[in-house]
């Protein structure tokens, strides 16, 4: 049973935040590595977020598609 349409509006917002925050995030990794820090720990939780976004975009598109 897909999800109503007024929750599916309320993750497209959350997605569409996260993936603004996930963009300054990114820069502010490169700004890290172009200074020489170290940004292992930064770039691991960058790609695991970067993950995460990736499957409830997957789980939104799903769920928008079910509901016509």
Same mark, same amino acid.
């Given at each position: 049973?897909p999800l ?10 959350? *997605?569409?935040?996260?993936? =603004? ?5 990114? $820069?502010? %990794?490169?700004?890290? +590595?172009?200074?020489?820090?170290? *940004?292992e720990k930064?770039? =691991? ?5 970067? $993950?995460? %976004?990736?499957?409830? +975009? ?5 769920q928008a598609?079910?509901?016509?």
């Amino acid at each position: 049973m897909p999800l109503p349409k007024e929750q599916l509006d309320f993750i497209k917002l959350d *997605i569409d935040a996260a993936s =603004k925050t996930l963009k300054a995030m990114k $820069d502010v %990794i490169d700004d890290m +590595r172009l200074a020489g820090m170290s *940004i292992e720990k930064q770039q =691991k939780r960058f790609d695991d977020l970067t $993950d995460k %976004i990736r499957s409830l +975009r997957v789980f939104y598109e799903r769920q928008a598609t079910k509901s016509g």
